[in-house]
């Protein structure tokens, strides 16, 4: 994995290259560009990616390529205790088409200024919303 980012006004930009290996043999690799800004009501995070599917983890040449963006709309909830109920929408624009989850209600931690998603979960977004689970 090769990452570097740089901070902007009310937020950060972040490059990210990450290789998956799978245990099918075949090999992904991703390289994204995310923009992640807040206010004091919202968060929004939109990530391209630009996907390198391989037939096998020694290929050099991909088998395909995928380009999609991400967009992740957070509205900041109501404060409970040390947690905060945020509502996130996300939508995938992708050579597949449109996809637009429902919003989601979720319970995050007031302590943390982190980003509300981990490079992880927004991978498992990524990989539901192409079908690679």
């Known amino acids: 994995m090769d990452s570097s980012s740089r901070e902007i006004e009310n937020g950060k930009e972040v490059a990210v290259t990450v290789e998956v290996l799978r245990e099918d043999g075949t090999k992904y690799l991703f390289d994204a560009l995310a923009r992640k800004t807040e206010t004091e009501k919202s968060v929004s995070l939109v990530a391209t990616w630009v996907i390198h599917r391989f037939a096998s983890q020694q290929d050099t040449s991909p088998l395909g390529t995928d380009v999609l963006t991400s967009f992740i709309d957070t509205d900041k909830g109501e404060t ?6 945020d509502t996130f929408q996300c939508t995938v624009i992708s050579s597949k088409g449109i996809h637009k989850l429902p919003a989601q209600r979720v319970k995050v931690p007031t302590a943390s200024r982190e ?9 498992e977004m990524v990989f539901a919303s192409m079908n690679l689970k």
């Open 115 to 123: 980003a509300e998603f981990t490079v992880e979960q927004i991978m």
């Open 80 to 85: 409970e205790g040390d947690h905060r109920w």
